[in-house]
């Protein structure tokens, strides 16, 4: 079982910065893969970063060049450094983490407002 805290979402104007944090219950170099995700109202929930085995990383083309993902396996944290945001990246954010222990398991924190303002 991982738990997964989001914390660092807010309000913003257009071209501001925000940092996402996600602590983990678990020690994050022993799962597979930890990334976020996002939900617009009346959107499905997209994909926006994933960070694998602490180097390879994948974004969504709409954030790439924007947003980085990264983690400190000291603090059992993965971030989500957000710059020049703009009012579609307003959305509901999640932590994702990705395991296996025989068989492939999903678990998710409780999602965090990011609100970009025009």
């Known amino acids: 079982q991982v738990q997964l805290v989001e914390s660092g979402g807010g309000l913003v104007q257009s071209g501001g910065s925000l940092r996402l944090s996600c602590a983990a219950s678990?020690?994050?170099?022993?799962?597979?893969?930890m990334g976020w995700y996002r939900q617009a109202p009346g959107k499905q929930r997209e994909l926006v970063a994933t960070?694998?085995?602490?180097?390879?990383?994948n974004y969504a083309d709409s954030v790439k060049g924007r947003f980085t993902i990264s983690r400190d396996v000291a603090k059992n944290t993965v971030y989500l450094q957000m710059n020049s945001l703009k009012p579609e990246d307003t959305a509901v954010y999640y932590c994702?983490?990705?395991?296996?222990?025989?068989?492939?398991?999903?678990?998710w924190g409780q999602g965090t407002q990011v609100t970009v303002s025009a």
């Open positions: 960070i694998i085995g602490g180097s390879s990383t």
């Open positions: 994702n983490a990705n395991t296996f222990d025989g068989r492939w398991k999903d678990y």
């Open positions: 678990a020690i994050i170099s022993s799962i597979y893969a």
